[in-house]
C-alpha cells in the first residue's frame, strides 16, 4: 500500500530496490552511498528480497560484476559515489558501449583531493561522456521515482544503455524527508519482467560478447550508442508519462519553475534547486520575475527543448557543483550550446558553487538575483565566469 | 576419462581460423579444455590477452560456446557476475540445466593487473575455474615484463643492455597465493602432457567452487624461440623444475611429476632467445641465482607434499 514515510535519500533508494527485487547486486561500500548497500544487505538477510549480492572487493570489480551479471540475462543493480565511481571509470564506458541496461544510483560526492566526503558534482559531471543516462533529483522523493523508472528506461528496447540515478551526497542521502512510498506490487508492476538480449547463459545461442572491434567497425557502433542515447529522451518521457499516469507525479526532461514569463533565471541541478525555488517564491511576492529550470536529464540533455524554455528569459546564471579546470562548468557549456542558434539569447554567465558540500544559503540565492539584475540593469555581465563563496576570490 | 585418441576426435568449441601466432600452445589448451566438459554447459570469459584479440575480432569469433571479454584486469570479477547470475537465475526458476563458469587470462592479467580481481572472485567461493597461461610477460603488447617474467628474461621493458641483465630478482609465485585462497583446487600443468592437463582440468570443472589453474604456456615470438618449439620447452620447463606439475587438493600437496634425471635449468633456458644474454661468463651468477631459486622452490614443495601425508595422517 502507498504511504507517506519519512526516510533519508539513501534509504529511500534501498527501499525501491527492494521493491524492484533486482537478480543480481553487486556493491562496495563508500561515504555517502553505504546505506542503500547496508540496508539491502539487511533485505536480503531478511529473506525481503531473493536478490543474490555480490560483495566485491573493489568498485572497478563491482562495475565489472554488474557487466557481467547484466549480459547473463538479468536485471542488475548497485550504488557508489565519488572515488568509488572514478574507480569504475573504464568499466562505466565497457557497461555503456556494451549495452548493459545496469542501474546504478549515484550519491554524489566531491572526488579527492584534498579528500572531502561531502557533495558536489564532480563524480557524475566527470562521467558525462562515459554513455550513461544521468538523471538528477533535487530531493528524496524525486530520487526515488527517479529509481523506480529507471530500470524501464535503461531496458526499453529502444535504448539498453546504463542510467545513474543521481542524488546530492548527505544533504539528500542523509538527511530525513517525508516522501510517498509507492505499493510494493504497484512498484513491481509498473517496471515488469526482464526482458534479456542475446544473453550469456543462453548455451543453446552461444554469443560473443566484448569482441575486438577495429577501424572497420568501430564508429558504427560507438554511433548505434549515440542514437540509443538520443532515443532515451522520448524513452525518458514516455516512462515518465506512465509513471504519471499510475503514481501520479510528472516529470519533464527539466522542471521549469515560476518560468513563464520570468526574465532572470537561475540554471541548477539536484538539492540547491529545493532552496532557489524558496526564494523564487519570496521575490514573486515582491513582484520579481524570477524563474528556475532545474535539470533531470543531463545525458542526454534536451538542448532544443530548453532553448524553448528559455525564450523571452533575458539573463540566465548558470550554477555548476563541479568544475571543468580551466574551462566553464560543465552545465554552462551545454546551456550556451542550446542557446547559440536562437536568434535572441538572454545573455549568460556561469557561477561555481557547493564544491566539497560548501553551503549556499537563501541570502545567497537573492544575492545572485541581485547580481544578475544589476547586470541586465547595466547590459554587461560582468565577470562571465567565477565562484560563489570562496576565499581569496 | 576418455583417451587421448579419442578427445581429439571431438570437435571442440573452438574453432580454426583464429589469429594466435602458429606454433602458439594456448589455442590447443583451449580446444582441449571444451573437450572436457561433457554433461555442463559451458560459458567462459577472457581477460584482455593475446587469446581474447586473436579468438574475437569482429565480426568474427572463434568460440563456439558463450563468451565475455569486457577489460583486461577483471575477468575475475565479471566471470563473478556472469556466474552470480545464473545462480539467482536457478533460483527463481528460469534455468534448470548445470552449468560450469571459466576464466581465461595471461599472467599479465592475473599475476599483475588483475590479482585483486582474481583473488576476490576466488576468496567468494563462486564456481569458477580461473587458468593463467603465464608465458611470462605481457606479449600481447610487445613482450613486456610482468611479476611472472623469469629472473634475467630480456623483454621490452628490462631490456638486457651493458648495465642490465634483464628482468632483475625472482618472478611472483602466484600458484602458492592461489593455495592461501584455502580453495579446494590449485594446480600447475603444462601443455607438453596433455593427459595430465586434461585431467586437471576436467577435476577442476567438476568440483564445485572456485579452481585456479597456472598453465606454463611457451610463447614463440617472446622466449625468442622457433614455431615447432613450444611443447619442447614446456617440457624441458617441467623436466628442469622450473615449472613443477603439482595439485593442491583441499590443501593436501601433490607433485605428479618427478624427472627421472636431474637437469640444470640451464638446458632450459639455453633454447631461448631471452636468456641467451646469459650465457656469458659475466653472467653465471645470474645463472646460478636462477637454478638456486628453481631448487628453493622444488624442495619446498616436495616438503609441502610430506608435511600433507604427516598432516593426513592426524586427520585419520
Known amino acids: 500500500m502507498s504511504k507517506i514515510v519519512a526516510i533519508t535519500g539513501a534509504g529511500a533508494m534501498s527501499e525501491c530496490m527492494r521493491q524492484i527485487n533486482p537478480d543480481v547486486v553487486p556493491a562496495f561500500p563508500i561515504t555517502p552511498s553505504t546505506q542503500v548497500i547496508e540496508d539491502f544487505s539487511q533485505f536480503v538477510a531478511d529473506g525481503k528480497v531473493d536478490t543474490e549480492m555480490i560483495t566485491v572487493e573493489s568498485e572497478h570489480s563491482a562495475m565489472s560484476a554488474c557487466i557481467g551479471a547484466a549480459a547473463a540475462g538479468g536485471r542488475v543493480m548497485t550504488a557508489t559515489s565519488s572515488a568509488g565511481m572514478a574507480l569504475m571509470w573504464e568499466m562505466l564506458h565497457i557497461a555503456a558501449s556494451m549495452r548493459q541496461p545496469v542501474v546504478m544510483s549515484l550519491i554524489n560526492r566531491a572526488l579527492s583531493a584534498p579528500i572531502n566526503i561531502h557533495a558536489d558534482h564532480s563524480d557524475s559531471m566527470g562521467a558525462r561522456d562515459a554513455g550513461w543516462i544521468q538523471l538528477y533529483a533535487e530531493n528524496n522523493q524525486e530520487a526515488y521515482d527517479n529509481l523506480i523508472m529507471a530500470p524501464k528506461i535503461a531496458e526499453h528496447m529502444d535504448v539498453r544503455l546504463p542510467i545513474m540515478v543521481c542524488m546530492d551526497g548527505f544533504i539528500i542521502s542523509h538527511c530525513v524527508q517525508t516522501m510517498q512510498l509507492e505499493d510494493d506490487n504497484k512498484v513491481k508492476e509498473f517496471i515488469g519482467e526482464f526482458e534479456s538480449t542475446y544473453p550469456v547463459l543462453d548455451t543453446q545461442h552461444p554469443a560473443t560478447w566484448g569482441a575486438l572491434d577495429l577501424q572497420d567497425y568501430y564508429m558504427e557502433h560507438k554511433r548505434a550508442q549515440h542514437m540509443a542515447m538520443k532515443n532515451a529522451k522520448d524513452v525518458i518521457e514516455k516512462v515518465s508519462t506512465e509513471f504519471a499516469n499510475i503514481f501520479g507525479r510528472k516529470y519533464e526532461l527539466f522542471e521549469s519553475y515560476r518560468l513563464d514569463d520570468a526574465e532572470r533565471v537561475i540554471i541548477a541541478i539536484n538539492s540547491v534547486c529545493g532552496e532557489i525555488k524558496e526564494v523564487i517564491d519570496e521575490r514573486r511576492e515582491a513582484g520579481d520575475k524570477v524563474g528556475l529550470l532545474k535539470i533531470r536529464s543531463f545525458r542526454p540533455f534536451p538542448y532544443e527543448e530548453i532553448a524553448q524554455a528559455l525564450e523571452g528569459v533575458k539573463i540566465v546564471t548558470v550554477l555548476d557543483r563541479s568544475e571543468s579546470m580551466g574551462a566553464y562548468g560543465p552545465l554552462f557549456v551545454e546551456i550556451r550550446a542550446a542557446l547559440f542558434d536562437e536568434p535572441e539569447k538572454p545573455m549568460v554567465y556561469n557561477r561555481i558553487f557547493g564544491l566539497g558540500g560548501r553551503e549556499l544559503f537563501m541570502s545567497d540565492i537573492h544575492d545572485i538575483f541581485e547580481e544578475n539584475k544589476t547586470y541586465l540593469e547595466t547590459g554587461k555581465v560582468e565577470k562571465r565566469f567565477d565562484y560563489l563563496k570562496v576565499r581569496g576570490g | ?316
Open chain 2, 1 to 316: 576419462m576418455p583417451s587421448l585418441q579419442e578427445m581429439a576426435k571431438k570437435e571442440g568449441a573452438f574453432a580454426g581460423g583464429h589469429r594466435m601466432c602458429a606454433g602458439c600452445p594456448v589455442p590447443i589448451m583451449t580446444k582441449m579444455l571444451t573437450r572436457v566438459t561433457n554433461g555442463y554447459e559451458i560459458v567462459a570469459g577472457n581477460a584482455t590477452c593475446c587469446l581474447e584479440v586473436a579468438s574475437s575480432i569482429f565480426p568474427y569469433s572463434a568460440w563456439k560456446i558463450p563468451w565475455i571479454h569486457t577489460a583486461f584486469e577483471n575477468v575475475g570479477a565479471s566471470m563473478s557476475g556472469v556466474e552470480t547470475m545464473y545462480r539467482a537465475l536457478k533460483k527463481r526458476g528460469k534455468i534448470s540445466k548445470p552449468y560450469k563458469f571459466i576464466a581465461i587470462g595471461g599472467d599479465g592479467g592475473t599475476y599483475d593487473i588483475g590479482l585483486q580481481s582474481l583473488s576476490g572472485a576466488m576468496e567468494r567461493g563462486h564456481d569458477l575455474v580461473y587458468i593463467c597461461y603465464d608465458n611470462g610477460a605481457y606479449m600481447n603488447t610487445g613482450v613486456q615484463r610482468s611479476s611472472a617474467t623469469p629472473m634475467g628474461a630480456t623483454t621490452t621493458t628490462t631490456p638486457a643492455g651493458e648495465q642490465s641483465y634483464g628482468r632483475q630478482g625472482n618472478r611472483k609465485d602466484l600458484t602458492r597465493i592461489m593455495v592461501a585462497h584455502n580453495i579446494r583446487y590449485v594446480a600447475q600443468a603444462s601443455i607438453h602432457d596433455p593427459v595430465d592437463l586434461s585431467e586437471k582440468l576436467k577435476k577442476a570443472i567438476e568440483l564445485d567452487g572456485p579452481a585456479f589453474i597456472n598453465l606454463l604456456s611457451p610463447c614463440i615470438p617472446g622466449w625468442k624461440i622457433a614455431p615447432n618449439m613450444a611443447v619442447e620447452l614446456a617440457r624441458l620447463g617441467v623436466e628442469t623444475k622450473y615449472w613443477p606439475l603439482y595439485e593442491v587438493i583441499d590443501g593436501e600437496y601433490q607433485i605428479n611429476y618427478t624427472p627421472k634425471t636431474e637437469m640444470p635449468v640451464t638446458e632450459w633456458m639455453a633454447l631461448q632467445g631471452r636468456f641467451k644474454h646469459l650465457l656469458k661468463p659475466a653472467y653465471s651468477d645470474v645463472v646460478d641465482a636462477f637454478q638456486q631459486e628453481v631448487d628453493r622452490n622444488w624442495n619446498r614443495l616436495v616438503k609441502q607434499e610430506e608435511l600433507s601425508v604427516v598432516l593426513a595422517g592426524y586427520a585419520n
